[in-house]
């Protein structure tokens, strides 16, 4: 079992940045694929990045060159560096654990309870 918590969301001025982190509890952390989704209003939950136990990761096209997927197993934290936010990235960010490095939500079997970010243009 394990047990995820975001923080770090909030509202930003477009081109602005924040830090989602998210925080696991239990020892095998390392030993999942952590990923980050988002849900916007009226939307389908969509994949955002991805990151393996070894450090591989793999990014949505739409936020690629501006989101940084990262996680520190020392810590049991995962994070997500969100740089040239635009108002089209406002959306609620879940956090969520694996055992492959997919794309699609099915592959997850834990998720936290998720984190705003607004972008105001």
């Known amino acids: 079992q394990v047990q995820l918590v975001e923080s770090g969301g909030g509202l930003v001025q477009a081109g602005g940045s924040l830090r989602l982190s998210c925080v696991a509890s239990g020892r095998t952390f390392s030993s999942y694929a952590m990923g980050w989704f988002r849900q916007a209003p009226g939307k389908e939950r969509e994949f955002v990045a991805v990151i393996g136990w070894r450090g591989t990761t793999y990014d949505a096209d739409s936020v690629k060159g501006r989101f940084t997927i990262s996680r520190d197993n020392a810590k049991n934290t995962l994070y997500l560096q969100m740089n040239s936010l635009k108002p089209e990235d406002t959306a609620v960010y879940y956090c969520?654990?694996?055992?492959?490095?997919?794309?699609?939500?099915?592959?997850?079997?834990?998720w936290g309870q998720g984190t705003q970010v607004t972008v105001s243009s």
């Open positions: 969520a654990a694996g055992r492959s490095l997919i794309r699609s939500e099915y592959g997850y079997n834990y």
